[in-house]
T-cell receptor, first 115, second 114 residues
Framework: AQSVTQLGSHVSVSEGALVLLRCNYS??????LFWYVQYPNQGLQLLLK??????LVKGINGFEAEFKKSETSFHLTKPSAHMSDAAEYFC?????????????FGTGTLLAVQP | EAQVTQNPRYLITVTGKKLTVTCSQN?????MSWYRQDPGLGLRQIYY???????DKGDVPEGYKVSRKEKRNFPLILESPSPNQTSLYFC?????????????FGPGTRLTVL
């Protein structure tokens, strides 16, 4: 079964610094991978998704992620952090459940941005 | 505006008192799902529904019930809540459950069971 592992439950960066949030996946088939963001007191919002069309995926708010099959990774990056990026970020993978699909989430990474 | 709404947003209740959390979407989505979010565990699926009158268990269904009598609504029912059901709950919907379909999430319901 497919799964994702997020390394680092808390990440702190300075405003303007590079953001790197790590996600590794486990999958026996080409995976569909997602990054979601959860701002305080809000639901989850899709940042970007990988569906095998291109290995470098660009999302909203300047975020992007690169699918690396050799490393089984799908890390999320942003060149310059902004205070408004402070949120919790979830990596997720689609797995098969019988005839249907199911979204499996990682445990989340809380990003703090220091002024 | 396309959205998923949940009510209530916050609820404090006592053990054993039946409650219902409502979920409604206005996007004509076939697929709807309930998740609970707990610290260090991420989101875990409770129940899902492929369409009207078609529901099935997710990963953590014990203590919960759902119904899907209308396409837009997918209420979560706790017949006899217990403290271990204290959690943050999210409803989500998508157009079918194809692997590439984006799920849209509601704002969440924070439930405390005393």
């Amino acid at each position: 079964a497919q799964s994702v592992t997020q390394l680092g439950s808390h990440v702190s960066v300075s405003e303007g610094a590079l953001v790197l949030l790590r996600c590794n996946y486990s999958s026996s088939v080409p995976p569909y991978l997602f990054w979601y963001v959860q701002y305080p007191n809000q639901g989850l919002q899709l940042l970007l998704k990988y569906t095998s069309a291109a290995t470098l995926v660009k999302g909203i708010n300047g975020f992007e992620a690169e699918f690396k099959k050799s490393e089984t990774s799908f890390h999320l990056t942003k060149p310059s952090a902004h205070m408004s990026d402070a949120a919790e970020y979830f990596c997720a993978v689609i797995t098969k459940r019988g005839a249907t699909n199911k979204l499996i989430f990682g445990t989340g990474t809380l990003l703090a941005v220091q002024p | 505006e396309a959205q998923v709404t949940q009510n209530p947003r916050y609820l404090i209740t006592v053990t054993g008192k039946k409650l219902t959390v409502t979920c409604s979407q206005n996007m004509n989505h076939e697929y709807m799902s309930w998740y609970r979010q707990d610290p260090g565990l991420g989101l875990r699926q409770i129940y899902y529904s492929m369409n009207v009158e078609a529901t099935d268990k997710g990963d953590v269904p014990e203590g919960y019930k759902v119904s899907r009598k209308e396409k837009r609504n997918f209420p979560l029912i706790l017949e006899s809540p217990s403290p271990n059901q204290t959690s943050l709950y999210f409803c989500a919907s998508s157009r079918g459950d194809r692997a590439y379909n984006e799920q849209f999430f509601g704002p969440g319901t924070r439930l405390t069971v005393l």
